[in-house]
């Protein structure tokens, strides 16, 4: 339970970075049209590269802070496959809904705002 607790606040200060990603895929999804079953995979590879960038971009700008989550038991290693895990099934729910469903652009600029106001809520309470 501690690990877990540990990863999720890792990945908190990662959460924005990849939730913008994540719904650029989905806006891409969605003005594809026709093409949108050809084009999953492409979104694929790009939210997978992206994640893995940004997980480094933490790892170098937060080098001292993995020593905490090292001397907790959590290896860079756990932090990286349970953050792309986590990330990759945001991703996943998010694809499903837009290619079942079908999200219009103002209820993703609705999730959208709320996501970085919850942000910027829970940044300012540190």
């Not at 995979?41 to 997978?48: E, M, V």
């Not at 099934?89 to 837009?98: A, D, K, P």
């Not at 609705?110 to 809520?121: A, E, N, Q």
Request: net charge positive; charged share 15%; with cysteine.
């Amino acid at each position: 339970m501690r690990a877990l607790k540990l990863i999720i606040r890792f990945y908190f200060g990662l959460f924005l970075a990849d939730f913008l990603i994540s719904l650029s895929c989905v806006f891409l999804l969605e003005h594809s049209g026709k093409e949108a079953a050809e084009l999953i995979g492409t979104l694929f590879w790009y939210k997978l590269i992206t994640s893995v960038l940004i997980f480094y971009g933490a790892l170098f700008y937060k080098k001292n802070e993995l020593y905490y989550y090292q001397s907790l038991g959590v290896s860079q290693i756990k932090l990286l496959v349970s953050t792309l895990a986590i990330d990759v099934l945001i991703w996943l729910v998010l694809i499903i809904i837009q290619m079942s469903a079908g999200i219009p652009g103002y209820i993703l600029n609705l999730i959208l705002g709320f996501v970085l106001l919850l942000h910027l809520y829970l940044y300012a309470k540190k």
